[in-house]
DNA sequence: TCCTCTAAATCTACGCCGTAGGTAATGGAC
DNA sequence: GTCCATTACCTACGGCGTAGATTTAGAGGA
């Protein structure tokens, strides 16, 4: 009935179990980035041998996949809202805020195919009151991709986005502009920096102003 | 002394250099994708040692860089067409046929933070003809942006997505029916598959209306 | 002609990596 | 007490990226 079983460590408070595996991989993704995590290094961190690691995830990948799952739980549940535009509105945010709470892993949701339960309830969230609302089943289907995808486009670029320094994006000004490409330098100003704030709702409006109006 | 060393003959058939390499790696990737690449692995294709792609490439992380300029550089130019919409639609097509030419690479332009002027060459196509047709700078970035994010998006999608098999689909169908999610279910016909081209014009089609009416 | 000088290809070696296979210890079930 | 599943640990293998030193073919000046 229990979970406890087998050869603990000397100190209970040192036992492993997927969940203290996936929040400590989160962490070290969080701090060094995606490249830095090996199995060694993530079991180095957790005081414990590296195969152990084994015991409780299927591989490396596994784990990745499992860590993408642990940051789309964090997307919060929609309200109950009446208003269609609303609730896409409310779940869009909800999944950026989600990625952007951890940059250097969102990488993981945004790249990888997932197939688990636990990707359905967004999509569960958006599906429902685009049915109730009367669209047809493919209707529905294709608008949810459609703001799928520029989520997943905006959001990459925003995360993957070195952070602006006020002399940085001085230096890329520069470069725009003596590129030789006439368009690229009349808009140099504005292609240096990025309010990705901005550019989220821009196109956000323009794809909700097409599926869900109001 | 019968092993080879040192500078090679002039211009010997088995001379390095960096369009071969990059070229012998966007093979590379092709068949066996992208986690199977390895300076080693590409090096012993070329029947060299791996430390010699070291004279014409950086490292790993600007090999896979080039290899990614190489599969923008076949985005063909925009003819010059006086319709706004033709020039954003055909850039549109040709950046996708250019990646899906190449899936298993396209993560490469999709995923990564491209600086170099090749890159600037299509964001030239598509900002020339925005301007000219009156847009106020600011105005045509932010819809550059907002076409780039769903491309990206969309392709990501596209490119990692398993071969459809006839009865792959049939499995997947049948998880969604039973996830318990009852708008999932209602339409997990329409979720089990996607018909990529179809997605693609469905959600460009939205977003040139709003940009570029007519 | 000979003599540098340079760039390219090679060799060696280091410290990582993911994980297959095997072993010891632990506690619940009987 | 005895068994057995579970878990932690250990060893080892083959591969990785690449720093550093070494060798050599050709270019250019004397």
Avoid: W
Avoid at 23 to 38: K, P, Q
Avoid at 70 to 86: H, S
Avoid at 143 to 162: N, Q, Y
């Amino acid at each position: 009935m229990t979970t406890r079983r087998g050869r603990p460590p000397k100190d209970s408070d040192g036992t492993l179990s997927r969940e203290r595996i996936l929040r400590e991989a989160l962490s070290l993704v969080d701090e060094e980035g995606l490249d830095a995590v090996s199995m060694r290094k993530l079991a180095r961190r957790l005081g414990v041998d590296p195969m152990s690691l084994y015991n409780h995830v299927d591989g490396k990948d596994a784990l990745l996949d499992g860590v993408a799952e642990v940051l789309l739980a964090a997307i919060p549940a929609a309200d109950p809202e009446p208003d269609l535009r609303t609730t896409m509105s409310a779940l869009a945010h909800g999944f950026r805020a989600a990625m952007l709470g951890h940059p250097r892993a969102a990488p993981l949701v945004l790249t990888r195919r997932l197939a688990s339960l636990t990707a359905l309830a967004p999509v569960e969230a958006v599906l429902g009151p685009l049915l109730a609302a009367g669209y047809p089943p493919e209707r529905a289907v294709h608008g949810l991709r459609a703001v799928l995808a520029f989520l997943i486009g905006t959001l990459m670029r925003e995360v993957s986005a070195a952070p602006t320094f006020s002399n940085g994006s001085r230096g890329r000004l520069e470069d725009l502009e003596a590129s030789g490409l006439p368009a690229v330098a009349a808009a140099a100003p504005y292609l240096a920096v990025c309010d990705h704030e901005a550019e989220f709702e821009f196109g956000l409006r323009i794809l909700l102003d097409a599926l869900a109006p109001g």
